[in-house]
């Protein structure tokens, strides 16, 4: 079965410091990846994906993913993480061929001045 | 665009009430999804239409939930009788067929509390 998990339930960083959110996958075939980001009392917002070719993709507000095909791995990073970071993060694979994303349980970033 | 539209942002029922959800996804989008968010159960995907039909319906929790979309402009969720294990965050999504299908724009959710 697809699946994608967050090891992390938080991740607590100080500003300016660089930022780790982790998600590992097991999906059949070439993945298809995703970062979601929840603002407090908002809807999900994309961030980025990975089809194919460069394992390392660049998203939105300076974020970026590096996709690690041996390790199973799709980790979210920043090389300077801003207080207005702070927010819940969810990493999401399609279930195969039937139109569903599946999420993974987020993780909580919280950044501290 | 005014991005995803759902109303009301806020509902509280008592149990046994019908509750009707209303979201009106980004123009031009073909695909429309509603999810629901819990502590407990996190993201789950209850239905989504491709064109305005329903393709999966999957996660639809029972008979008290149906969805409609009449057009391309509108979809309602429903729960009746409502019960207080309905309380959530329900949010509409939409996105455009093709490569670009699994980047969904969610709208704001809707709030529901269930006494």
């Known amino acids: 079965a697809q699946s994608v998990a967050q090891p992390e339930d938080q991740v607590n960083v100080a500003e300016g410091n660089p930022l780790t959110v982790k998600c590992t996958y097991s999906?059949?075939?070439?993945?298809?990846l995703f970062w979601y980001v929840q603002y407090p009392n908002r809807g999900l917002q994309f961030l980025l994906k990975?089809?194919?070719?460069?394992?390392l993709v660049k998203g939105s507000y300076g974020f970026e993913a590096e996709f690690n095909k041996s390790q199973t791995s799709f980790h979210l990073k920043k090389p300077s993480a801003l207080v207005s970071d702070s927010a819940l993060y969810f990493c999401?694979?399609?279930?195969?061929?039937?139109?569903?994303?599946?999420f993974g349980q987020g993780t909580t970033l919280q950044v501290k001045p | 665009d005014a991005g995803v539209i759902q109303s009301p942002r806020h509902e509280v029922t008592e149990m046994g009430q019908e509750v009707t959800l209303r979201c009106k996804p980004i123009?031009?989008?073909?695909?429309l999804f509603w999810y629901r968010q819990t502590m407990m159960r996190g993201l789950e995907l209850l239905i989504y239409?491709?064109?305005?039909?329903?393709?999966?319906d999957s996660g639809m929790p029972e008979d008290r939930f149906s969805a409609k979309m009449p057009n391309a402009s509108f979809s309602t969720l429903k729960i009746q009788p409502s019960e207080p294990r309905d309380s959530a965050v329900y949010f509409c999504?939409?996105?455009?067929?093709?490569?670009?299908?699994?980047?969904?724009?969610f709208g704001p959710g809707t709030r529901l509390t269930v006494t």
């Open positions: 123009s031009g989008h073909n695909s």
């Open positions: 999504a939409s996105s455009l067929e093709g490569d670009r299908f699994y980047e969904q724009y």
């Open positions: 990975y089809i194919t070719g460069d394992n």
């Open positions: 239409f491709n064109n305005n039909v329903p393709i999966d």
């Open positions: 999906v059949s075939g070439n993945p298809y």
């Open positions: 999401a694979a399609p279930s195969g061929n039937t139109g569903k994303l599946i």
